[in-house]
Structure formats: structure tokens, C-alpha cells
């Protein structure tokens, strides 16, 4: 695959600006974290993947068929996935109405999945709403322990979810450039 030709994309809950300085001031106390700059702070939806400029096009498209209603939520109690590097998380909830709006995308996306080469669905992990904070290579895991400890009670304050965002990424060396690449609407809630 010609990379030239690729966008690497994914859908995402973009947290608006006083949500992103919450979470920023909790960004503190583990020397070895790389923290996520707080203007990349995101919920991702669904991860597609390196995608062909024709296929992006008509994915960008789809996704404006999507119907579904603003909802609140909060950002709340950091946490960690242990895989090859730790992960540093905020959990997002209420859950159901972030899980009904995947679902929808994941239904069109399937739908047409036949028509685009390259997609990524992975249903197989179970899907959790999260954003991450924080990715640690190293790190003391005491320093980690009392990092969770003292955060326990975090929460950010509730935040509309009128809008997601099919996000373009270009990985660089200092972190990951994120592009805007089309925004959807979500009707108000009534």
C-alpha cells in the first residue's frame, strides 16, 4: 500500500477546552509518563486504520448518515491497561449512550465494509470509554500505586456530547499530529 495515498484514521469524541485543562491538572506526579498533550485528549469511538484517499472519501460520507442525540458526560477515576507499555486512563460515563453511538458507526461501517479495503474493525476487544492520559514504558510502580491513590476521586465536570469527529493522524517522533477532517452533528436531546 502506498502510504502517500493512506490517511491513518479514526472517529473520536473530541473533549471540549475546559475539559482538556481538568484533565491537564491531574497530568502530574509520575516522572516517567509521556503525557497525552491536552489538545489530543480524545474518546476514541473506533481506530480505522491506514485507509485509501477512496475509500476515505466515502467513509467521510457515511458517516453523515448517522443519526443520534447529544448526551452528557464525565470524565472520572484514573486506571490502568497493562500491555506492552501502561496505559493511564479516565474512565467515561455514563457508558451506554458513548456504546450506542460506536454501535451506530460500527453498523454503517460494516455495512459497507465489502466496498473499503484496509478497514480495521476490531469487535473481538471489548469495547471500553475511556480517554488516555498517560503512556509509560517504565515506571515506579509505587509511584504509579499512589498516582492512582491520590486521583481516586477525580472527576471532571459533566460536558455535552453534541458533535463527533473523523480524526486524520500523522505519527511523528514527539507525539502524534491530529487533523480535523470532518465533524457530525448530533441532535439535541430533548
Not at 71 to 98: D, G, R
Request: glycine share 2%.
Amino acid at each position: 500500500m502506498n502510504r502517500s495515498n493512506t490517511k491513518r484514521l479514526f472517529i473520536a469524541i473530541e473533549l471540549p477546552e475546559e475539559i482538556q485543562n481538568q484533565v491537564e491538572n491531574c497530568q502530574i506526579g509520575i516522572p516517567t509518563a509521556k503525557w497525552v498533550k491536552k489538545e489530543n485528549l480524545h474518546l476514541t469511538l473506533q481506530f480505522l486504520g491506514e485507509i485509501e484517499t477512496e475509500n476515505f472519501y466515502l467513509i467521510r460520507q457515511m458517516l453523515k448518515i448517522i443519526k443520534g442525540t447529544s448526551f452528557s458526560i464525565v470524565l472520572k477515576q484514573p486506571n490502568v491497561f497493562y500491555k506492552k507499555q501502561k496505559i493511564l486512563w479516565l474512565k467515561a460515563e455514563p457508558e451506554s449512550p458513548i456504546v450506542e453511538l460506536r454501535n451506530r458507526i460500527l453498523k454503517i461501517l460494516k455495512t459497507e465494509k465489502n466496498h473499503l479495503r484496509n478497514l480495521e474493525i476490531n469487535e473481538k476487544e471489548k469495547f471500553l470509554p475511556h480517554v488516555t492520559i498517560a503512556r509509560m514504558y517504565e515506571v515506579n510502580q509505587r509511584k504509579l500505586n499512589d498516582y492512582l491513590l491520590t486521583f481516586q476521586d477525580f472527576s471532571t465536570q459533566e460536558f455535552k456530547v453534541n458533535t463527533f469527529v473523523l480524526f486524520s493522524s500523522i505519527l511523528k517522533p514527539n507525539g502524534a499530529i491530529y487533523k480535523k477532517e470532518e465533524i457530525y452533528e448530533l441532535e439535541e436531546e430533548l
